[in-house]
């Protein structure tokens, strides 16, 4: 293991340590406010980790084409994801909440988002010599654009501010596995100089951010009272498979990093 993304896996664990502590003693999980010291403390913590991550991936990234090979945890966290978003579409499609346009598109994209993933964790998966995955680059751009949407929805629905330490996270969450997923995309289909250095910087960012930082809140949401609420469950498994995205990033930036140039 590369030593300095080792570090940052630790850096990583840290967050998310720390994350775990302030929900339970310093930040209301519902509404993301801070009830104990200043919410520039949570930025300042989250801003170091995501820094870090960028300039070691940077610094680190070797071969790209070495996701183009059976990655088994990738693989796993991959079919995680699927099935994850997948049942998040199925229970808003249920509860009703496709309804409206900005539901509906949502539901669409979970659905192509879980479509990808699962190719993806076949292609990982499979003892054979590696394929290029089902439906190339089109799908994976399908599959990528469910968290544009859901930038775009953090934006238009939210009321968010500085002070709300959740919802402003989101925005982060959404844009790093945006960004991870394009470079993903890229270094299984567009081979490019410097493919390396953006997957690896990319999957190490989407680790901290989509990992690392939205664990925690699952386990809260897990453990609340209103855990077994339909509603909460969409959430739940739109965050389980949020939390999958990081992994693969951690898997994707340590196959880049260790593989040799």
Not at 26 to 41: E, H, I, N, P, R
Request: one cysteine or more; charged letters at 10%.
């Amino acid at each position: 293991m590369n030593s300095s993304v080792l570090f940052v896996f630790v850096l990583g664990v840290l967050l998310g340590v720390l994350r775990a502590a302030d929900l339970a003693l310093g930040t209301d999980a519902a509404t993301g406010l801070c009830m104990v010291g200043s919410v520039w403390w949570r930025y300042l913590a989250l801003g170091i980790v995501v820094l870090a991550a960028v300039l070691v991936g940077w610094k680190a990234g070797k071969k790209a084409e070495a996701v183009r090979s059976r990655q088994p945890l990738a693989g796993v966290l991959a079919f995680v994801g699927a099935v994850s978003f997948l049942a998040a579409a199925g229970v808003q499609f249920a509860l009703g909440a496709a309804a409206g346009v900005s539901g509906f598109v949502r539901v669409i994209l979970e659905c192509a988002c879980s479509v990808w993933l699962s190719t993806m964790g076949r292609c990982w998966l499979s003892l054979n010599d590696w394929k290029k995955p089902f439906g190339g680059l089109y799908l994976a751009v399908a599959g990528s654009l469910l968290f544009y949407w859901n930038v775009l929805m953090r934006f238009m629905e939210n009321s968010s501010s500085w002070h709300r330490v959740q919802p402003t996270a989101a925005v982060w969450q959404a844009l790093a596995a945006l960004v991870f997923l394009a470079a993903l995309a890229r270094a299984l289909h567009v081979l490019q100089p410097g493919n390396a250095k953006t997957l690896c910087a990319a999957g190490l960012a989407a680790f901290a951010l989509c990992l690392c930082w939205q664990l925690p809140r699952v386990v809260v949401l897990l453990t609340g009272i209103g855990w077994a609420a339909p509603a909460v469950w969409a959430e739940i498994f739109a965050e389980i498979g949020l939390c999958c995205v990081g992994g693969i990033g951690a898997a994707c930036a340590a196959a880049c990093a260790n593989s040799q140039t």
